[in-house]
């Protein structure tokens, strides 16, 4: 579908002010460095260009020119190759291969709690903080494999995990002192330029940035 004529932008992300899996793509715009307008979207409230460019209504939705995309791993994967430096995804099919799967579980498993959390009932919002806990630290082995999430390098899958581990605290999840290398994981990530950038200003407010 054509991008609306009101959107003025080449390259414009329609993102809510707090929510897990925009910042997922902000973070992978940051980290590339690309300039782009930020659509301010109240989900509940959807703008009626999201209506006309998505059938579901959600965000993220990224309109490039002509090209309308929205699913956070959609976009990413279109953003790494689009903007190729620095690459976001190591070269090899089986370590790629692997790091889409992490992320699809990710999405299954991790951020159903996270949303939750946030916009479920009380007791739905205390399920969540327990099962986002275990699947935390069923992740453990993960954290430690490498310095970031399943590869050397930072990749799209960090982008995916670090938005998480930036909310813990506001959510209410507390990890035991054996899970100090996913707090050790994040305080990388978060020392990062491109990670301050990809913030909104609500989600700045969600914890202290490491000194
Ligand atoms: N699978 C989607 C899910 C994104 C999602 O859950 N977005 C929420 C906000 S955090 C949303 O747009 N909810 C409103 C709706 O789906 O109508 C993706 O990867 O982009």
Redesign the pocket.
């Known amino acids: 579908m054509a991008a609306s004529p009101r959107i003025r932008n080449a390259l414009t992300l329609f993102s ?1 002010p707090d ?4 910042h ?2 902000r973070l992978v715009l940051a980290a590339k460095g690309v300039s782009y307008e930020l659509v301010s ?1 109240d ?2 409230n ?1 703008p009626e260009d999201l209506l006309d460019l998505n059938p ?6 990224l309109v490039d020119r002509d090209l309308v995309l ?6 990413s994967e279109y953003l790494d190759e689009r903007y190729p430096h620095p690459p976001l995804m190591p070269v090899d099919p089986l370590s790629r291969a692997r790091l889409r799967l992490a992320m699809l579980r990710l ?1 299954l498993e991790w ?1 159903p709690h996270v ?1 939750a959390i ?1 916009n479920g009932n009380k007791v739905q919002a205390e399920a969540g903080r327990k099962r986002l806990k275990e699947v935390l630290l069923g992740a453990l082995p993960l954290f430690k494999a490498s310095k970031f999430f399943l590869n050397a390098e930072m990749s799209l899958a960090d982008c995916a995990v670090a938005p998480i581990i930036w909310r813990l605290p506001a959510l209410g999840v507390i990890l035991p002192k054996e899970a100090k290398l996913i707090e050790d994981y994040g305080q990388r990530i978060f020392r990062n330029p491109g990670f301050v950038r990809s913030m909104t200003a609500e989600e700045k407010q969600l914890r202290e940035l490491p000194a």
Not at 19 to 22: F, I, L, M
Not at 56 to 61: E, L
Not at 70 to 75: G, K, L
């Open positions: 809510s929510c897990v899996v925009c997922r793509v979207v989900p509940n959807p579901y209504h959600s965000v993220p939705t929205y699913a956070a791993s959609v976009v999405e951020v949303q946030q």
